[in-house]
């Protein structure tokens, strides 16, 4: 995520539970109950380990060390500093607290709130000044909002922001391969890109 002020633990643990509050059911914690680092009120706190974007989920490391996936689609808020942006756009390392409910055999979040960016820690590219970048378009995912591009012998991949404005989203829309591109952008890691604005 991108390298800003860090939200401290006990603000995230408040927000999340301000926003389950009394709408976790027994049900729900009974199900999610059973799985190490899930709460009572549903929420999972851990470490992304990988995300995929061809199949929407994520997979969050809690403290004990158990892994749990947890699918997300296009209504899920990924929320750091009180700024959204798209589950994409997390990163391996950072630290997050997820809202989770059951969804059949799996697991699902509507809310992801970035305790803390792994960026913000040193690892990754670290970065948050945008730069004018530009390169070649190798791919793009219309349906995760993000494309890949050759630049400076790699191909990192360019998420949009949640809050995408619709002149970047027209211009995100005519985007081809083989296409050349200019950008304002901020790394969020070494191969991952937050789009700021086309030029």
């Known amino acids: 995520m991108l390298t800003i002020q860090r939200i401290g633990r006990g603000a995230a643990a ?3 539970l301000a926003s389950v509050g009394a709408c976790a059911n027994s049900q729900l914690e009974n199900i ?3 799985i190490g680092g899930v709460g009572q009120n549903g929420q999972l706190s851990g470490t992304i380990r990988s995300v995929d974007s061809r ?3 994520i997979a969050i490391e809690t403290s004990n060390g ?3 996936p947890v699918s997300y689609d296009s209504q899920t808020q990924v929320v750091y500093q009180s700024l959204n942006y798209a589950p994409t756009a997390l990163v391996n390392g950072d630290q997050v607290t997820a809202r989770v409910q059951a969804s059949g055999d799996s697991y699902y979040t509507d809310y992801v709130l970035v305790d803390q960016s792994v960026t913000s820690t040193g690892n990754g590219n670290g970065s ?4 004018l970048m530009e390169g070649t378009v190798r791919q793009v995912d219309r349906r995760n909002g993000l494309f890949t ?3 400076n ?3 990192p991949s360019v998420t949009l922001p949640a809050n995408v404005s619709a002149k970047d989203l027209d211009r995100f829309n005519t985007l081809r391969t083989g296409s ?3 950008f304002f952008g901020k790394y969020l890691s070494d191969a991952q890109i937050q789009l700021v604005q086309f030029r």
């Open 128 to 131: 948050s000044k945008v730069q």
């Open 180 to 182: 050349s591109v200019r």
């Open 66 to 68: 158990q892994t749990v």
């Open 32 to 34: 999610v109950g059973g």
């Open 55 to 57: 199949s929407q989920q």
């Open 149 to 151: 591009i050759d630049m």
């Open 14 to 16: 408040a927000i999340i």
């Open 153 to 155: 012998l790699n191909t």
